[in-house]
């Protein structure tokens, strides 16, 4: 039999954009009995998290909880809107997006791919004014949908979605707005109904703290409407059935009973928080971050300050010094795991993930072995980039007022 003798001493960093580490509150609530699926107890759990998730995505329309992982809603959001030969208008910010359009390729849709070329597209977010200009030389609205990314996991650039749409609107286009916030979700910033998003897509593992297995569709009425003359086969993924039993707080087949339970307590966890303070210190932690790689001398892999994720930072390693190898160093001498680099930015950055339940020492720790490992590798260091985030996270703090006897 596996011995499980193999855990190094110490809780492992798990560094990764996700899965995140998942708090031990989750985990709790996680490990309650599965109950019946049919039964009423159930049904007010349905109830409750299908209610209070509309506050993550800021929506005050359906959203469809699946029993998967983020490319099974990935796959929901084009079955359900879609038919077999349809124009979809993706745009190249990085790997996840460049997943995304082979999927649509697999599904019998023809994607477009809009970008900046090289890497230079993924050094940035979404230009919105080269959709405007590509929809509205689309004068026979071929184009029936505008797919984008709005946190690029594999590279720490955001997306303004909003300026999306407002280029869709300056083109006078009819093309529904799919949005991957796989990722971003309840780290950064997202507002699914003032942003005029028809379909966002989302996943339990990144800044909602659970554990892989659960995924989103938020939708809109535009989007439910296109679902009925939509051609794509879909059966599984169907939204019809679905927000038709989640009404009374039931889905059509057995859901992740247990990721449930953990999805009521993040959402506890969340809103106790408060969505903007919850913000607010992702925006802090990936500052210091930032500060630290700064002070390294070493390069973010984002490109434009206005456009930096606050989910994680890309951090691009100088050249003759593989990315790759650097972490497997500090893997195996201080038990951290880093994001790799993907697609084309393979061996050329890692990824250093500071979403969920991050808070400032789990990032100092985070960035304590990034240091030691940039220095085992030999990597020339301007400074120390661990002093850098110390300070930049102490002004950040109010001193207590003094009080005079
Ligand atoms: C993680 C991620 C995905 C893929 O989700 P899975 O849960 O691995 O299927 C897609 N897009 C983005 C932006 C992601 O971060």
Request: glycine residues 10%; proline residues 6%.
């Amino acid at each position: 039999m596996l011995k499980l003798d193999f855990h190094p001493a110490g809780r492992h960093f798990l560094q990764i954009p996700g899965p995140s580490p998942v708090p031990d509150r989750i985990l709790r609530a996680i490990s309650y009995p599965t109950i019946d699926h049919r039964g009423p107890e159930f049904g007010a759990l349905g109830l409750r998290v299908l209610s209070d998730i509309k506050k993550i995505f800021k929506t005050e329309q359906p959203v469809v909880i699946y029993p998967a992982s983020g490319t099974g809603a990935w796959e929901a959001a084009l079955t359900n809107t879609l038919s077999p030969g349809d124009t979809v208008l993706m745009y190249e910010t990085g790997h996840f997006a460049t997943l995304w359009k082979k999927m649509a390729e697999a599904l019998g849709l023809k994607p477009e791919f809009l970008g900046l070329p090289g890497i230079e597209g993924w050094r940035h977010g979404v230009r919105a004014d080269l959709i405007e200009e590509r929809l509205r030389k689309d004068a026979q609205h071929t184009i029936k949908a505008v797919c984008v990314v709005h946190n690029e996991t594999s590279t720490g650039v955001t997306s303004d979605i909003a300026a999306v749409r407002k280029a869709i609107d300056a083109a006078g286009h009819p093309a529904l707005l799919l949005v991957d916030t796989i990722s971003g979700l309840a780290s950064a910033d997202y507002r699914h109904d003032d942003w005029g998003v028809d379909v966002t897509i989302s996943g339990s593992q990144k800044g909602l703290m659970l554990p892989p297995g659960i995924s989103f569709n938020a939708v809109s009425k535009k989007a439910i409407a296109a679902s009925k003359t939509a051609k794509l086969p879909k059966a599984f993924w169907g939204w019809d059935e679905i927000i038709e039993m989640n009404a009374t707080g039931y889905w059509p087949y057995t859901p992740n009973t247990n990721l449930l339970y953990g999805l009521s307590e993040a959402l506890d966890m969340i809103l106790g928080e408060g969505l903007d303070n919850v913000f607010a210190r992702h925006q802090r932690l990936a500052a210091a971050c930032r500060a630290a790689v700064n002070a390294w001398g070493l390069e973010v892999q984002c490109a434009d300050p206005a456009v930096y994720s606050p989910v994680l930072t890309g951090v691009m390693t100088p050249a003759g010094f593989d990315a790759d190898a650097i972490r497997k160093l500090i893997y195996e001498n201080f038990n951290m795991s880093l994001g790799t680099g993907l697609g084309k930015m393979k061996g050329g950055m890692f990824r250093i993930g500071h979403l969920g339940e991050a808070n400032e020492l789990s990032l100092m720790a985070t960035l304590s072995g990034c240091e030691m490992g940039l220095k085992l590798a030999g990597v020339p260091l301007k400074g120390s980039g661990v002093a850098a985030a110390m300070d930049y996270l102490t002004s950040q703090k109010r001193k207590p007022a003094l009080k005079v006897a």
